[in-house]
C-alpha cells in the first residue's frame, strides 16, 4: 500500500534522495525547500503524486500554512520527516551572536514547530502517524568545534523523545534517525566561523583540516536513506536508529564512557 510523506529539505542531500527513492516506488510526497523552482522537472515527472511548496524553518507562520497546505492537499499524512537543517563550526568564542541564534532557530526551533504544527493532523488521524526526526551521530556525541549543531541535535533528541511518551496513545509513532559522515553535501555547507589564532593547534584546528579534506570515509548516503525509510515499515518503529558502521562505533563508545562513569 502506497503511503503519503511530508519531507523538509528536499533540495539536496538525504532529503532530496529519499523523496526521488519514494516517488519511485509509487508514494506520494509533499516537498517542501526553499528554491521550489529546483523541483519543476520532477512535478512534471510526477503530476499525481508530488506536491511542493516553500518552507522556511525560521518563518513561524510560514510553518503552519504549509502543514495546512500539505493536509489539506492529501487528505491525511502517513509520515512526516523533519530532515531540513545545517551545520556551524567554530569554537563557540569564535561564533557570531547571529550564527548563535540562527543555528537553534532552524535546527532546534524550526523543528520542535514543525513537529507541534502537524500533531493536531496526525492525533485525528484513525492511523495515527509516525514523526522521523533526523538528526545525527552528534545528537549522542560531541566534535570539538560544533557546540552549537551539537546544541540543536541533543536538543532535538531530547524534545523527540518526550513528547514520544506524550503522545504514545494517539498511536502516533516518533523515530530519530542518527547516521554519521554521509556522502552529502554537508561538509561543503557548513558555515565556518572566522578562525582566532589562540585555537591553531588545538583540537578545533584539528576538526577544520578534517572538514576542509571532506570529512574522511564517508557513509553511502543512498544506503542511509533505505534504512530510514525501513524503519517506517516496522510495525512499531524504533525511537532511534544509528546509521552506519562509524555512527554505531561512535555511539557505542560514547556510551560506555558515560556508563562508566556513572558506575
Do not use: C
Amino acid at each position: 500500500m502506497s503511503k503519503t510523506w511530508f519531507i523538509t529539505g528536499t533540495s539536496s542531500g538525504l532529503g532530496n534522495i529519499m523523496m526521488k527513492k519514494l516517488l519511485e516506488r509509487g508514494d506520494k510526497v509533499f516537498a517542501t525547500l526553499r528554491n521550489v523552482e529546483l523541483l519543476d522537472d520532477l512535478r512534471q515527472k510526477y503530476p499525481n503524486t508530488l506536491e511542493t511548496a516553500h518552507l522556511e524553518l525560521t518563518d513561524k507562520h510560514e510553518i503552519n500554512t504549509v502543514v495546512d497546505k500539505a493536509f489539506n492537499a492529501f487528505g491525511k499524512i502517513d509520515v512526516v520527516v523533519s530532515n531540513a537543517g545545517y551545520g556551524i563550526f567554530g569554537a563557540v568564542e569564535e561564533l557570531t551572536d547571529e550564527m548563535i541564534v540562527h543555528q537553534i532557530e532552524v535546527n532546534l526551533l524550526g523543528s520542535i514547530r514543525l513537529i507541534k504544527a502537524v500533531i493536531p493532523y496526525l492525533r485525528s488521524q484513525p492511523t495515527g502517524g509516525h514523526v522521523i526526526q533526523v538528526s545525527s551521530e552528534g545528537g549522542q556525541i560531541a566534535y570539538p568545534g560544533f557546540s552549537l549543531y551539537h546544541a540543536s541535535k541533543w536538543g532535538i533528541e531530547g524534545f523527540v523523545e518526550s513528547i514520544n511518551h506524550d503522545l504514545e496513545s494517539f498511536n502516533i509513532h516518533f523515530t530519530i534517525a542518527e547516521p554519521g559522515p554521509t556522502g552529502t553535501s554537508f561538509a561543503s555547507s557548513i558555515n565556518m566561523a572566522n578562525k582566532m589564532e589562540e585555537y591553531n593547534h588545538t583540537s578545533v584546528q584539528e576538526i577544520r583540516d578534517l572538514i576542509n579534506e571532506g570529512f574522511g570515509q564517508l557513509d553511502n548516503a543512498e544506503e542511509v536513506v533505505d534504512k530510514i525509510i525501513a524503519s517506517n515499515d516496522q510495525r512499531k518503529p524504533p525511537l532511534r536508529i544509528a546509521i552506519g558502521d562509524r555512527a554505531k562505533t561512535n555511539i557505542k563508545k560514547h556510551l560506555k564512557e558515560r556508563l562508566q562513569s556513572l558506575e
